[in-house]
């Protein structure tokens, strides 16, 4: 590593003015049209010269009786000073940006499949009004995602209500009552004729898996009509593997209405006619407001203002 204690630099620091200096000289090739330039006096410009020259052990300009001209070493400063200057500027572009949250990053997570569809619209609509922020979507469940949220990893959640998070600086926005839906593969037909869940529970479903919240609602939706839970079962809370077991056999599955709803439309699965009572936990949003960021301010105002 060099030694900065030995540059000149360190003993007589160059500032800004010195290069705004630098730079207005090699412009106009004059003190006074210098100082006009840079609304100075003509003193103010010859001082800061000396001082450059002084410092960097160079001479920087040729000096004529009424001109100045660059020397090697002069333009070697003076681009030296263009490349700082120009890097401050984007800088200060960049810092007005972020304060104005029209840049930065944006990290979310999700741990609710009825929110997927929402959550996919909703960053299009706003990278679209912000292209210059950064989102990160992650996925997981509701127990990991609540870590990453309570600790700052994460600066939106969407989820259902969870008691962890209920406390001071995790407020949480309630987007839509959850109803349910009983489904199965696009192509079967089998339990076209059922008109009851009783009639229902002797087939394979696949249910959600034991300790989370949708599979605690399915357990009480059933235990208030008297029914047993399915004994032939594949438990997963991964909506992709539930579509593709649904694709693969006679298998039922209990999904939010918006997802089921969206599905069936893309004829991806089928609603059964059989409804249940009740519906999942409400989803919504859990905001970090210890998140200070400019760019989740934008984010919250445009959920809270455009789209909730």
């Known amino acids: 590593m060099p030694d900065l204690t030995a540059s000149p630099f360190h003993r007589h620091p160059i500032s800004l003015r010195h290069f705004r200096t630098a730079v207005a000289l090699s412009e ?5 049209a ?5 609304a100075i006096s003509n003193a103010a410009v010859s001082k800061t010269l000396r001082e450059m020259e002084e410092t960097t052990g160079c001479a920087l300009f040729e000096r004529g009786r009424l001109w100045l001209r660059p020397t090697q070493s002069g333009e070697a400063f003076i681009q030296a000073a263009r490349r700082v200057l120009a890097e401050l500027g984007a800088l200060d572009e960049t810092l007005r940006h972020i304060d104005a949250g029209l840049s930065g990053r944006l990290v979310i997570g999700i741990a609710v499949n ?4 929402f959550l996919g619209r909703a960053a299009v609509a706003f990278r679209a009004k912000h292209p210059d922020i950064k989102i990160e979507i992650r996925h997981g469940t509701a127990p990991a995602l609540a870590q990453q949220i309570l600790s700052g990893d994460i600066h939106a959640l969407f989820c259902s209500p969870m008691p962890e998070l209920q406390k001071d600086g995790f407020p949480y926005q309630q987007l839509h009552e959850n109803d349910s839906r009983i489904v199965t593969g696009a192509g079967n037909t089998r339990y076209d004729e059922a008109r009851s869940l ?4 002797g087939a394979p479903w696949c249910l959600p898996l034991q300790g989370t919240q949708p599979r605690e609602y399915v357990t ?11 004994a032939d079962t594949i438990e997963t809370s991964d909506l992709f593997t539930t579509l593709a077991i649904l694709d693969s056999g006679p298998y039922l599955a209990i999904l939010p209405a918006r997802v089921a709803d969206d599905l069936a439309q893309s004829g991806l699965i089928r609603s059964l006619q059989v409804a249940m009572d009740g519906s999942f936990p409400s989803v919504g949003i859990v905001w970090n407001e210890n998140a ?9 105002t445009f959920i809270e203002r455009d789209l909730a």
């Open 34 to 38: 210098a100082a006009d330039l840079l």
């Open 220 to 230: 009480r939706a059933l235990a208030a009509k008297g029914l047993p839970a399915p």
């Open 292 to 300: 200070s960021q400019p760019a989740v301010r934008q984010f919250r």
């Open 198 to 201: 009783r009639e229902l529970i």
């Open 28 to 32: 106009v090739n004059s003190v006074q």
């Open 114 to 117: 009825s929110l997927q569809r």
